[in-house]
Antibody
Framework: QVQLQESGPGLVKPSETLSLTCAVS?????????WGWIRQPPGKGLEWIGS???????YYNPSLKSRVTISVDTSKNQFSLKLSSVTAADTAVYYC???????????????WGQGTMVTVSS | SYVLTQPPSVSVAPGQTARITCGGN??????VHWYQQKPGQAPVLVVY???DRPSGIPERFSGSNSGNTATLTISRVEAGDEADYYC????????????FGTGTKVTVL
């Protein structure tokens, strides 16, 4: 059974870089699937941040693309998110998730991590 | 960019049917996925590819998609169905991005 677990600092200062990691268990990332990051500001809706394939191929939300980097570490079976120049508007619960289609086609997010709250504040 | 519009709220009595719409330009040409999110929890996929259900999701959850509107239908609503629901598509236009709907709060009266 595939499980995802986010980790990283819960507090980031404005203008700094937010860094999160998603550890995957129950499946080897190098075997396939796209993996993604989604966030949810307090009391608001879901926003897709970006996705990465096991090969390293990425898609990013155009509105965040200039600040986002998603990478994969198959040796540690995890993938990571970096969001630079953060502001209070980046305060949110950040989720990592697995895309349903094995071969990399765009699809639903069928497995989600529990989410981690990140607050941007000095 | 592609926009998905949902009603902010839907209220339904137990045992009745709830219908949640998701509007988007020619959404009928896209695959629509639906998520249920209860307070303090991660979203759960309840319908994918317009009308398919993941393993473990009750048959009471069904979906349809045509023209400019996709619909999630919850039959025989139970108190445990009270949650936020989000639709989602892949926008294959110039943006190449996943898009989520604005979300609908379902209240069981």
């Amino acid at each position: 059974q595939v499980q995802l677990q986010e980790s990283g600092p819960g507090l980031v200062k404005p203008s700094e870089t937010l860094s999160l990691t998603c550890a995957v268990s129950g499946y080897s990332i190098s075997s396939g699937y796209y993996w993604g990051w989604i966030r949810q500001p307090p009391g608001k809706g879901l926003e897709w941040i970006g996705s990465i394939y096991h090969s390293g191929s990425t898609y990013y939300n155009p509105s965040l693309k200039s600040r986002v980097t998603i990478s994969v570490d198959t040796s540690k079976n995890q993938f990571s998110l970096k969001l630079s120049s953060v502001t209070a508007a980046d305060t949110a619960v950040y989720y990592c998730a697995k895309v349903r289609d094995l071969d990399g086609a765009p699809d639903a997010f069928d497995i989600w991590g529990q989410g981690t709250m990140v607050t941007v504040s000095s | 960019s592609y926009v998905l519009t949902q009603p902010p709220s839907v209220s339904v009595a137990p045992g009745q049917t709830a219908r949640i719409t998701c509007g988007g330009n020619n959404i009928g040409s896209k695959s629509v996925h639906w998520y249920q999110q209860k307070p303090g929890q991660a979203p759960v996929l309840v319908v994918y590819d317009d009308s398919d259900r993941p393993s473990g999701i009750p048959e009471r959850f069904s979906g349809s998609n045509s023209g400019n509107t996709a619909t999630l239908t919850i039959s025989r609503v139970e108190a445990g169905d009270e949650a936020d629901y989000y639709c989602q598509v892949w926008d294959s236009s110039s943006d190449h991005s996943y898009v989520f709907g604005t979300g609908t709060k379902v209240t069981v009266l």
